[in-house]
């Protein structure tokens, strides 16, 4: 099956410092959708980014889906960005999601 | 437009048992699927109903069981319960055709002792 690697596993950010977490897949996709788990367990959609580059706020993405790789950049992090990010892909037909292994953020005051 | 809804929040069970989880889907989305999160395999897909139909299924063993009711509503169910069963599982729903978006409730975190 498809493979979805993400980069870095931990990363320690100082307050207002920015970031880019990566996430490589095996093969081409139909959808990509980047997350923030919370403290509780829940998964909060960020982006859904199949190809092309979005921003919200003070995070935008990036897909590059002939080159099989996707970023998430956070700009000026706050405290409230800890957590851990995942990537995640749907290959083919259906609704499938095949996760990374998600980048766990600490972001320091 | 409400979120998608999962009841219970938390369970403690006893190996042998057997357990019920509940999905309510966002108004209108037709695509349930379901994921176990444990820390040591991360994030896996068990299966994905659609208009009360099994769509997709992952890799997991015959005790894991679900339906999907004709208001999108789904169970999933989970017999002879093992340690290894201890997980949150997270239900996500989608529009179902053409509109893979999805979206996830708050989770089931089950505990089997």
């Known amino acids: 099956g498809i493979q979805v690697e993400q980069s870095p596993p931990d990363l320690i950010l100082q307050e207002g410092a920015n970031s880019t977490l990566r996430c490589n897949f095996s093969?081409?996709?139909?959808?990509l959708q980047w997350f923030h788990q919370n403290p509780w367990g829940q998964l909060i959609n960020l982006f859904y980014?199949?190809?092309g580059t979005k921003q919200n706020g003070r995070l935008s993405a990036t897909t590059v889906a002939t080159e099989r790789y996707s970023l998430l950049y956070i700009s000026s992090s706050q405290t409230t960005d800890s957590g851990v990010y995942f990537c995640?892909?749907?290959?083919?037909?259906?609704?499938?999601?095949?996760f990374g292994g998600g980048t766990r953020v600490l972001v320091k005051p | 437009k409400a979120g998608v809804t999962q009841t219970p929040r938390y369970l403690i069970k006893t190996r042998g048992q057997q357990v019920t989880l509940s999905c309510s889907p966002i108004?209108?989305?037709?695509?349930v699927s379901w994921y176990q999160q444990t820390p040591g395999q991360g994030l896996q897909f068990l299966f994905e109903?659609?208009?009360?139909?099994?769509?997709n299924k992952g890799n997991f063993p015959g005790r894991f069981s679900g339906r999907q009711f004709s208001n999108s509503r789904s169970e999933m169910n989970v017999s002879t319960l093992e340690l290894g069963d201890s997980a949150l599982y997270l239900c996500?729903?989608?529009?179902?055709?053409?509109?893979?978006?999805?979206?996830f409730g708050p989770g089931t975190r089950l505990t089997v002792l």
């Open positions: 996500a729903s989608s529009g179902g055709i053409g509109v893979l978006e999805q979206f």
């Open positions: 093969d081409s996709v139909n959808n």
């Open positions: 980014i199949p190809s």
């Open positions: 995640a892909v749907i290959k083919a037909a259906g609704n499938k999601l095949t």
């Open positions: 108004s209108g989305h037709r695509s």
């Open positions: 109903y659609f208009s009360e139909t099994q769509r």
